[in-house]
């Protein structure tokens, strides 16, 4: 089993991007999944998580309303989509997968300990 994440890049303040995380050997109803993401110098954060066969989501108060976590079993990937970013979402963002299925959107978010398998990452650099 693999996560494979890709799609950061350098972008100007405002710009929008897509996150893809190919996830090979899963099936993704079998998994809640999340996206986090670190800051040089910080702890890794949940940004957005969604349930088991999306029944739940979440989303980090910093980005409500900016950024959406969705998933395509046709293609065994999940996304974040990113837009009006900020300098301050600069960081490395790594998706992930969870079999704590009992737990919900909001729990999983504040708790990487949660996720068992984990991408690569991608960075994302948001500058003028």
């Known amino acids: 089993v693999q996560l494979q994440a890709s799609g950061g890049g350098l972008v100007q303040p405002g710009s929008s991007l897509r996150l893809s995380c ?14 986090f993401r670190q800051a040089p110098g910080k702890e890794r954060e949940g940004v957005s998580c969604v349930t088991t066969k999306g029944g739940g989501t979440y989303n980090e108060d910093s980005v409500k309303g900016r950024f959406t976590i969705s998933r395509d079993n046709a293609k065994n990937t ?5 837009t009006s970013l900020k300098p ?3 960081a490395v963002y790594f998706c992930a997968a969870s079999a704590r299925r009992q737990l919900g959107a909001w729990q999983l978010c ?3 300990s949660f996720f068992r398998n984990w991408g690569q990452g991608t960075l994302v650099t948001v500058s003028s």
């Open 22 to 35: 190919v996830a090979s050997g899963f099936i993704l109803d079998d998994y809640s999944w999340g996206w």
């Open 110 to 112: 504040r708790g990487p």
């Open 88 to 90: 301050e979402d600069t």
């Open 78 to 82: 999940v996304y974040l989509e990113m």
